[in-house]
């Protein structure tokens, strides 16, 4: 099997890799724009990563207000948490456009016929990756503390420039995705933002943003 470009498996050989496809414990599947790949309630086993595309994490509250609380990109995983815990899923995993996911059953940790040095490499592997996820969740929780439009969007929009290291960037959603990940209605968020560049704060083209200065 052929290297992987994910952090889970950085340190695996291809052989390493073999040896888990060849018992059981690695499958892939594609799926189509907004199909969900877990549902809310049910119970998993399997770790999800992105080989291509990207998946939104999603909440819907009894209301039918729907909340994302990430974006998960080429080469990063979900659900790692539920597969080990057990817990119900409390979120949608759901393809944000065509993808395809690699699946990883967590048996591949207990099962006798692995190395328990390639059981090593996954668990530290997959311990960094529980780390960054942990930091992304916090930032989510940053930029939905501000009370106002702007403090969220400016809280954001100052995290992607950080993360990127430049002051232009691409986020990872559409006008609607971008509302429901910052909790805010998505006319309040574009007329926001529209008044934002007129006033010289900013530049944008659809999901490119290019920040020109910090407001006062």
């Known amino acids: 099997m052929k290297k992987i470009a994910s952090p889970l498996f950085q340190d695996l050989s291809e052989a390493e890799l073999d040896t888990l496809a060849a018992a059981g414990h690695l499958r892939t599947r594609q799926f189509a724009k907004h199909e969900v790949i877990f549902h809310a309630g049910s119970c998993v086993r399997e770790i999800g990563i992105v080989l291509r595309g990207s998946v939104h994490i999603e909440n819907l509250d009894l209301w039918g207000t729907k909340s994302i609380l990430s974006s998960v990109g080429a080469g990063q995983a979900f659900a790692e948490t539920y597969a080990f815990c057990g817990e119900a899923l409390m979120v949608d995993a759901v393809a944000a456009e065509h993808c395809e996911i690699l699946f990883l059953h967590t048996?591949?940790?207990?099962?006798?016929?692995?190395?328990?040095?390639?059981?090593?490499?996954?668990?530290?592997?997959?311990?960094?990756?529980?780390?960054?996820?942990?930091?992304?969740?916090?930032?989510?929780?940053?930029?939905?503390t501000p009370k106002t439009v702007r403090g969220r969007l400016l809280t954001y929009f100052s995290a992607q420039a950080a993360r990127c290291g430049r002051m232009e960037f691409e986020v990872p959603f559409n006008r609607q995705q971008m509302a429901d990940y910052l909790n805010l209605d998505r006319s309040a968020l574009s007329k926001e933002l529209c008044k934002m560049r007129d006033e010289g704060l900013l530049e944008f083209d659809k999901n490119r943003f290019v920040l020109k200065q910090l407001p006062e």
């Open 107 to 144: 048996a591949a940790f207990t099962d006798a016929r692995i190395e328990p040095a390639l059981k090593d490499k996954l668990l530290r592997r997959l311990l960094a990756v529980s780390m960054r996820k942990n930091l992304s969740l916090s930032q989510r929780i940053f930029c939905t």
